[in-house]
């Protein structure tokens, strides 16, 4: 009989960064929790008393190196992952933005590499079913 994994509630907020005059979206390289490096987007957790669009606004900033500007909530993002032995049930609160200015530099430690792309490359590189829709409902936005 197969033990029941202690479950545990994960929750991040993020942002789908948008530049309207050069019609590209801003995506990371990471590594994942399985070890792959994969392209998506920009998220963390919230810190303290932050709300979502502050922490939003942060994780970008702090993995892009770009000051951004909320134009509206996107989509709540929601999924399961194992790791250590607990289930987490994880939410995503996503944000559309538009890039203000170029603030400094990705984080390193977080991101192998940060890069502007046009929807078509950034579709043909996300790993995830999530960021598809994301694309999706960027593309319907804007």
Same mark, same amino acid.
């Given at each position: 009989?197969?033990? *029941?994994?202690?479950?545990?509630?994960?929750?991040?907020? %993020? %942002?789908?960064?948008?530049?309207?005059?050069? $019609?590209?979206?801003?995506?990371?390289?990471?590594?994942?929790?399985?070890?792959?490096?994969?392209?998506?987007?920009? *998220?963390?957790?919230?810190?303290?008393?932050?709300?979502?669009?502050?922490?939003?606004?942060?994780?970008?900033? $702090?993995?892009? %190196?770009?000051?951004?500007?909320?134009?509206?909530?996107?989509?709540?993002?929601?999924?399961?992952?194992?790791?250590?032995?607990?289930?987490? +049930?994880?939410?995503?609160?996503?944000?559309?933005?538009?890039? !203000?200015?170029?603030?400094?530099?990705?984080?390193?430690? $977080?991101?192998?590499?940060?890069?502007?792309?046009?929807?078509?490359?950034? *579709? +043909?590189?996300?790993?995830? $079913?999530?960021?598809?829709?994301?694309?999706?409902?960027?593309? !319907? !936005?804007?």
């Amino acid at each position: 009989m197969a033990r *029941k994994l202690k479950t545990k509630r994960d929750y991040s907020c %993020g %942002g789908v960064v948008w530049d309207a005059n050069n $019609e590209q979206v801003l995506m990371v390289r990471v590594s994942n929790l399985k070890r792959e490096r994969v392209w998506t987007f920009p *998220k963390g957790h919230p810190e303290g008393q932050e709300a979502d669009e502050e922490a939003a606004l942060r994780e970008v900033r $702090e993995e892009t %190196g770009w000051d951004c500007e909320i134009e509206c909530p996107l989509l709540d993002v929601h999924y399961s992952y194992i790791n250590k032995g607990i289930k987490y +049930n994880k939410t995503v609160r996503w944000f559309l933005m538009h890039p !203000l200015k170029e603030a400094g530099k990705f984080d390193p430690e $977080e991101v192998l590499e940060c890069k502007w792309m046009d929807f078509g490359e950034a *579709k +043909n590189l996300v790993s995830y $079913e999530s960021d598809i829709k994301l694309l999706k409902r960027v593309e !319907l !936005l804007t």
